[in-house]
Protein backbone atom coordinates (compact mmCIF):
# COMPACT_ATOMS: atom_id res chain seq x y z
CA UNK A 1 0.00 0.00 0.00
CA UNK A 2 1.60 3.27 -0.95
CA UNK A 3 1.54 6.35 1.20
CA UNK A 4 -2.05 8.37 1.85
CA UNK A 5 -3.12 10.75 3.96
CA UNK A 6 -4.42 9.78 6.99
CA UNK A 7 -7.87 11.55 6.68
CA UNK A 8 -7.88 9.13 3.62
CA UNK A 9 -8.16 6.51 6.29
CA UNK A 10 -11.14 7.92 7.84
CA UNK A 11 -8.66 9.92 10.77
CA UNK A 12 -10.18 13.22 12.20
CA UNK A 13 -8.01 16.39 14.03
CA UNK A 14 -10.09 15.49 17.19
CA UNK A 15 -8.36 12.12 17.62
CA UNK A 16 -4.84 13.58 18.03
CA UNK A 17 -5.68 14.38 21.67
CA UNK A 18 -6.12 10.34 22.40
CA UNK A 19 -3.16 9.45 21.23
CA UNK A 20 -0.58 8.63 23.87
CA UNK A 21 2.91 10.74 23.12
CA UNK A 22 5.98 8.87 21.11
CA UNK A 23 3.18 7.63 18.99
CA UNK A 24 1.48 7.82 15.46
CA UNK A 25 -1.84 6.55 14.47
CA UNK A 26 -2.70 3.20 12.73
CA UNK A 27 -6.01 1.91 11.32
CA UNK A 28 -6.86 -1.42 12.17
CA UNK A 29 -7.76 -3.30 8.49
CA UNK A 30 -7.43 -7.03 10.09
CA UNK A 31 -7.42 -9.45 13.36
CA UNK A 32 -5.74 -12.88 13.23
CA UNK A 33 -3.62 -15.10 14.27
CA UNK A 34 -2.68 -12.14 17.52
CA UNK A 35 -1.73 -9.94 15.12
CA UNK A 36 -3.14 -7.22 13.69
CA UNK A 37 -2.33 -5.43 10.11
CA UNK A 38 -2.70 -1.52 10.63
CA UNK A 39 -3.07 1.29 7.71
CA UNK A 40 -0.82 3.86 8.31
CA UNK A 41 0.32 6.92 6.62
CA UNK A 42 3.42 5.28 5.86
CA UNK A 43 1.80 1.93 4.21
CA UNK A 44 0.44 -1.07 5.74
CA UNK A 45 1.97 -2.76 8.78
CA UNK A 46 2.23 -6.22 10.85
CA UNK A 47 2.15 -5.14 14.73
CA UNK A 48 1.67 -7.20 17.38
CA UNK A 49 -1.11 -5.83 20.49
CA UNK A 50 0.38 -4.86 23.94
CA UNK A 51 -0.06 -7.28 26.71
CA UNK A 52 -2.81 -4.97 27.93
CA UNK A 53 -4.92 -4.98 24.75
CA UNK A 54 -5.78 -8.18 25.70
CA UNK A 55 -7.38 -7.20 29.15
CA UNK A 56 -10.94 -5.93 26.88
CA UNK A 57 -12.36 -8.50 25.04
CA UNK A 58 -14.06 -5.92 22.88
CA UNK A 59 -10.81 -5.05 21.02
CA UNK A 60 -9.00 -4.21 19.13
CA UNK A 61 -11.58 -4.67 16.40
CA UNK A 62 -11.24 -4.12 12.69
CA UNK A 63 -11.70 -0.19 11.75
CA UNK A 64 -10.25 0.63 15.49
CA UNK A 65 -7.70 3.62 15.66
CA UNK A 66 -4.53 2.27 17.65
CA UNK A 67 -1.25 3.64 19.04
CA UNK A 68 1.65 2.60 17.71
CA UNK A 69 4.94 2.40 18.84
CA UNK A 70 7.40 0.69 17.02
CA UNK A 71 6.23 -2.65 16.19
CA UNK A 72 3.86 -2.39 19.17
CA UNK A 73 0.11 -1.62 19.21
CA UNK A 74 0.06 0.34 22.76
CA UNK A 75 -3.70 1.86 22.86
CA UNK A 76 -7.13 1.77 21.31
CA UNK A 77 -8.16 5.42 20.80
CA UNK A 78 -11.98 6.15 21.66
CA UNK A 79 -14.35 4.80 19.17
CA UNK A 80 -16.85 7.09 17.55
CA UNK A 81 -19.13 4.33 16.96
CA UNK A 82 -19.20 0.11 16.67
CA UNK A 83 -21.36 -2.50 15.54
CA UNK A 84 -21.34 -5.03 19.07
CA UNK A 85 -23.42 -7.84 19.12
CA UNK A 86 -23.26 -10.64 22.25
CA UNK A 87 -20.62 -13.29 21.64
CA UNK A 88 -22.00 -16.62 20.18
CA UNK A 89 -22.73 -19.16 22.95
CA UNK A 90 -24.40 -18.77 26.45
CA UNK A 91 -22.04 -15.88 27.20
CA UNK A 92 -22.71 -11.87 27.69
CA UNK A 93 -19.50 -10.84 26.21
CA UNK A 94 -19.33 -7.57 23.67
CA UNK A 95 -17.68 -8.84 20.35
CA UNK A 96 -16.93 -5.67 18.50
CA UNK A 97 -17.91 -6.26 14.87
CA UNK A 98 -16.32 -3.20 13.35
CA UNK A 99 -15.54 0.32 14.70
CA UNK A 100 -15.71 3.82 13.89
CA UNK A 101 -18.25 3.20 10.67
CA UNK A 102 -20.50 5.96 9.24
CA UNK A 103 -22.59 3.58 7.65
CA UNK A 104 -23.65 -0.26 8.55
CA UNK A 105 -24.98 -1.62 4.79
CA UNK A 106 -27.46 -4.33 6.37
CA UNK A 107 -27.46 -6.64 3.45
CA UNK A 108 -29.86 -9.45 2.50
CA UNK A 109 -31.09 -10.64 -0.65
CA UNK A 110 -33.86 -10.60 -3.05
CA UNK A 111 -33.89 -14.28 -3.68
CA UNK A 112 -34.54 -17.14 -0.99
CA UNK A 113 -36.48 -17.16 2.38
CA UNK A 114 -38.43 -14.32 3.70
CA UNK A 115 -36.22 -11.31 5.45
CA UNK A 116 -38.11 -8.87 7.37
CA UNK A 117 -37.64 -10.32 10.52
CA UNK A 118 -33.83 -10.49 10.13
CA UNK A 119 -33.34 -7.27 8.66
CA UNK A 120 -35.28 -6.04 12.01
CA UNK A 121 -32.93 -7.34 13.98
CA UNK A 122 -29.64 -6.24 12.23
CA UNK A 123 -31.59 -2.95 12.21
CA UNK A 124 -31.98 -3.03 15.58
CA UNK A 125 -28.05 -3.03 16.36
CA UNK A 126 -27.36 -1.18 13.73
CA UNK A 127 -28.99 2.09 15.02
CA UNK A 128 -27.47 1.14 18.61
CA UNK A 129 -23.81 1.33 17.01
CA UNK A 130 -23.98 5.48 16.89
CA UNK A 131 -23.83 5.14 13.07
CA UNK A 132 -26.70 4.93 10.27
CA UNK A 133 -27.82 1.90 9.04
CA UNK A 134 -28.90 1.58 5.25
CA UNK A 135 -30.62 -1.51 3.85
CA UNK A 136 -29.23 -3.13 0.80
CA UNK A 137 -31.00 -5.85 -1.17
CA UNK A 138 -28.74 -7.59 -3.48
CA UNK A 139 -29.27 -10.14 -6.26
CA UNK A 140 -31.84 -7.86 -7.76
CA UNK A 141 -30.70 -9.36 -11.06
CA UNK A 142 -32.63 -12.85 -10.28
CA UNK A 143 -35.72 -11.46 -8.79
CA UNK A 144 -39.07 -11.31 -10.33
CA UNK A 145 -40.40 -8.12 -8.55
CA UNK A 146 -37.41 -5.72 -7.34
CA UNK A 147 -39.43 -3.00 -6.64
CA UNK A 148 -42.15 -5.89 -4.66
CA UNK A 149 -39.15 -7.06 -2.69
CA UNK A 150 -37.55 -3.77 -2.14
CA UNK A 151 -41.31 -2.30 -0.48
CA UNK A 152 -41.83 -5.34 1.44
CA UNK A 153 -38.53 -4.48 3.77
CA UNK A 154 -39.05 -0.51 3.30
CA UNK A 155 -42.39 -1.02 5.00
CA UNK A 156 -40.69 -2.24 8.17
CA UNK A 157 -37.67 -0.39 7.89
CA UNK A 158 -38.78 2.92 8.86
CA UNK A 159 -36.75 6.01 8.31
CA UNK A 160 -34.05 3.84 6.49
CA UNK A 161 -32.79 3.84 2.76
CA UNK A 162 -33.48 0.43 0.88
CA UNK A 163 -31.47 -0.19 -1.84
CA UNK A 164 -31.37 -2.59 -4.73
CA UNK A 165 -28.51 -3.87 -5.92
CA UNK A 166 -27.05 -6.31 -8.41
CA UNK A 167 -23.31 -7.28 -8.43
CA UNK A 168 -23.46 -9.12 -11.72
CA UNK A 169 -24.83 -6.23 -13.96
CA UNK A 170 -23.66 -3.50 -11.89
CA UNK A 171 -27.32 -1.80 -11.11
CA UNK A 172 -27.39 0.16 -8.13
CA UNK A 173 -24.11 0.11 -7.57
CA UNK A 174 -23.23 3.57 -7.97
CA UNK A 175 -25.91 4.52 -5.01
CA UNK A 176 -24.08 2.36 -3.11
CA UNK A 177 -20.77 4.00 -4.05
CA UNK A 178 -22.58 7.54 -3.06
CA UNK A 179 -22.45 5.88 0.79
CA UNK A 180 -18.26 6.14 0.58
CA UNK A 181 -17.23 9.37 -0.19
CA UNK A 182 -13.62 9.60 1.02
CA UNK A 183 -12.56 9.07 4.40
CA UNK A 184 -16.26 7.61 5.12
CA UNK A 185 -16.29 4.26 6.40
CA UNK A 186 -18.96 1.76 5.73
CA UNK A 187 -19.21 -1.99 7.75
CA UNK A 188 -21.29 -4.79 5.36
CA UNK A 189 -23.28 -7.10 7.96
CA UNK A 190 -25.50 -9.74 7.33
CA UNK A 191 -25.80 -13.47 6.71
CA UNK A 192 -23.93 -15.72 5.15
CA UNK A 193 -24.89 -16.34 1.38
CA UNK A 194 -26.58 -12.96 0.49
CA UNK A 195 -24.01 -11.69 -1.62
CA UNK A 196 -21.44 -9.13 0.37
CA UNK A 197 -18.45 -10.86 -0.89
CA UNK A 198 -19.84 -10.23 -4.47
CA UNK A 199 -20.73 -6.61 -3.19
CA UNK A 200 -17.18 -5.69 -1.78
CA UNK A 201 -15.33 -7.38 -5.12
CA UNK A 202 -18.23 -4.83 -7.58
CA UNK A 203 -17.25 -1.56 -5.08
CA UNK A 204 -13.56 -2.38 -5.22
CA UNK A 205 -13.33 -2.84 -8.91
CA UNK A 206 -11.22 -5.97 -8.21
CA UNK A 207 -11.39 -9.49 -5.93
CA UNK A 208 -10.74 -8.69 -2.33
CA UNK A 209 -13.04 -11.53 -1.26
CA UNK A 210 -13.46 -14.91 -2.47
CA UNK A 211 -16.84 -16.10 -3.87
CA UNK A 212 -18.70 -19.22 -4.41
CA UNK A 213 -20.92 -20.35 -7.13
CA UNK A 214 -24.81 -19.64 -6.05
CA UNK A 215 -27.24 -22.77 -5.26
CA UNK A 216 -30.35 -23.85 -6.60
CA UNK A 217 -32.05 -21.81 -4.07
CA UNK A 218 -30.70 -18.67 -5.74
CA UNK A 219 -28.33 -18.32 -2.43
CA UNK A 220 -25.05 -17.73 -2.00
CA UNK A 221 -22.52 -19.93 0.15
CA UNK A 222 -20.45 -18.50 3.24
CA UNK A 223 -16.85 -17.12 1.53
CA UNK A 224 -15.61 -14.56 4.10
CA UNK A 225 -13.79 -16.15 7.48
CA UNK A 226 -12.25 -12.77 8.59
CA UNK A 227 -13.26 -9.25 9.24
CA UNK A 228 -11.43 -6.89 6.78
CA UNK A 229 -11.11 -3.40 5.83
CA UNK A 230 -10.52 -2.09 2.14
CA UNK A 231 -9.72 0.47 1.08
CA UNK A 232 -11.83 1.69 -2.28
CA UNK A 233 -11.24 3.25 -5.92
CA UNK A 234 -13.02 6.28 -4.94
CA UNK A 235 -11.79 6.93 -1.45
CA UNK A 236 -14.09 5.70 0.80
CA UNK A 237 -13.22 2.87 3.43
CA UNK A 238 -15.30 -0.77 3.22
CA UNK A 239 -15.35 -3.50 6.56
CA UNK A 240 -16.54 -7.03 5.00
CA UNK A 241 -17.72 -9.15 7.81
CA UNK A 242 -18.04 -12.59 7.96
CA UNK A 243 -21.50 -14.06 7.81
CA UNK A 244 -23.50 -14.03 11.34
CA UNK A 245 -25.13 -17.45 12.36
CA UNK A 246 -25.97 -15.33 15.89
CA UNK A 247 -26.43 -12.02 15.95
CA UNK A 248 -27.34 -11.36 19.72
CA UNK A 249 -28.47 -8.02 21.23
CA UNK A 250 -26.10 -6.54 23.38
CA UNK A 251 -27.27 -4.05 26.08
CA UNK A 252 -29.72 -1.86 24.14
CA UNK A 253 -33.15 -1.29 23.92
CA UNK A 254 -32.69 2.05 22.23
CA UNK A 255 -31.61 0.20 18.90
CA UNK A 256 -34.83 -2.05 19.34
CA UNK A 257 -36.95 0.89 19.60
CA UNK A 258 -35.52 2.99 16.91
CA UNK A 259 -36.13 -0.02 14.58
CA UNK A 260 -39.13 -0.34 15.67
CA UNK A 261 -40.41 3.16 16.01
CA UNK A 262 -44.01 2.71 14.87
CA UNK A 263 -44.65 0.22 17.89
CA UNK A 264 -42.54 2.08 20.41
CA UNK A 265 -45.07 5.05 19.31
CA UNK A 266 -48.19 2.92 19.38
CA UNK A 267 -46.92 2.34 23.17
CA UNK A 268 -46.88 5.47 24.02
CA UNK A 269 -50.33 6.07 23.75
CA UNK A 270 -51.31 3.29 25.91
CA UNK A 271 -53.55 3.69 29.07
CA UNK A 272 -51.31 2.14 31.91
CA UNK A 273 -47.53 3.46 31.99
CA UNK A 274 -46.31 -0.67 32.43
CA UNK A 275 -48.99 -2.10 29.61
CA UNK A 276 -47.95 -5.43 28.51
CA UNK A 277 -50.03 -5.23 25.30
CA UNK A 278 -51.46 -8.24 26.08
CA UNK A 279 -55.35 -8.08 27.48
CA UNK A 280 -55.19 -4.91 29.58
CA UNK A 281 -57.61 -2.46 28.93
CA UNK A 282 -56.61 0.77 26.91
CA UNK A 283 -53.57 -1.04 24.64
CA UNK A 284 -52.99 0.99 21.72
CA UNK A 285 -50.67 -1.65 20.74
CA UNK A 286 -53.48 -3.90 20.78
CA UNK A 287 -56.12 -1.44 19.13
CA UNK A 288 -54.01 -1.46 15.94
CA UNK A 289 -53.19 -4.86 15.78
CA UNK A 290 -57.26 -5.21 15.81
CA UNK A 291 -57.72 -2.53 13.31
CA UNK A 292 -55.07 -4.11 10.86
CA UNK A 293 -53.12 -0.84 11.44
CA UNK A 294 -50.22 -3.30 12.65
CA UNK A 295 -48.95 -6.33 11.75
CA UNK A 296 -48.99 -8.96 14.29
CA UNK A 297 -45.60 -10.51 12.94
CA UNK A 298 -43.72 -7.22 13.66
CA UNK A 299 -45.46 -6.63 17.13
CA UNK A 300 -43.93 -10.39 18.15
CA UNK A 301 -40.74 -9.12 16.29
CA UNK A 302 -40.34 -5.99 18.63
CA UNK A 303 -41.54 -8.33 21.80
CA UNK A 304 -39.06 -10.89 21.44
CA UNK A 305 -35.93 -8.15 21.00
CA UNK A 306 -37.39 -6.27 23.52
CA UNK A 307 -37.32 -9.25 25.71
CA UNK A 308 -33.66 -10.13 24.65
CA UNK A 309 -32.05 -6.83 24.81
CA UNK A 310 -33.55 -6.60 28.73
CA UNK A 311 -32.13 -10.21 29.55
CA UNK A 312 -28.87 -9.29 28.02
CA UNK A 313 -29.51 -5.81 30.46
CA UNK A 314 -29.85 -7.93 33.27
CA UNK A 315 -26.72 -10.28 32.55
CA UNK A 316 -24.24 -7.32 32.39
CA UNK A 317 -25.68 -4.93 34.49
CA UNK A 318 -25.23 -5.60 38.11
CA UNK A 319 -27.38 -2.05 38.94
CA UNK A 320 -30.08 -3.26 36.37
CA UNK A 321 -30.05 -6.40 38.08
CA UNK A 322 -30.40 -5.10 41.67
CA UNK A 323 -33.21 -2.86 40.68
CA UNK A 324 -34.97 -5.75 39.29
CA UNK A 325 -34.98 -7.91 42.51
CA UNK A 326 -36.16 -4.75 43.90
CA UNK A 327 -38.92 -4.62 41.74
CA UNK A 328 -40.03 -8.14 42.43
CA UNK A 329 -39.60 -7.90 45.75
CA UNK A 330 -42.09 -5.05 45.62
CA UNK A 331 -44.38 -6.82 43.06
CA UNK A 332 -44.50 -9.96 45.59
CA UNK A 333 -45.29 -7.69 48.85
CA UNK A 334 -48.07 -5.83 47.07
CA UNK A 335 -49.79 -8.66 46.35
CA UNK A 336 -49.06 -10.37 49.87
CA UNK A 337 -50.84 -7.16 51.31
CA UNK A 338 -53.89 -7.84 49.09
CA UNK A 339 -57.00 -7.88 51.65
CA UNK A 340 -58.67 -10.63 49.33
CA UNK A 341 -55.68 -12.61 48.80
CA UNK A 342 -56.04 -16.18 48.99
CA UNK A 343 -54.53 -17.96 51.67
Known amino acids: ?154 EDALGVEVLAVSSATGAGLDAVRALLPPGGTAAMVGPSGVGKSSLANALAGRTVAGTRDIRDDGRGRHTTTARELHVLPGGGLLIDTPGMRELGLHDDADGVDRAFADVAELATGCRYRDCAHRTEPGCAVAAAIEAGRLDPARFRSWRKLQAEAHRQQLRVDARARAQERARLRAVHRAQRAQPNRVR
Do not use: H
Not at 46 to 53: D, I, Q
Not at 83 to 95: H, K, P, V
Open 1 to 154: MPQVELADLGWTPGRAAALPPGCEPGRVARVDRGRLSALTAAGERRVAPAAALYDDPAGPAVGDWVALRGELAVAVLPRSSAFTRTAAGRTSTAQVVAANVDTVLVVDALVGEARVRRVERYLAVAWSSGATPVVVLTKADLCADVPAGVAQVA
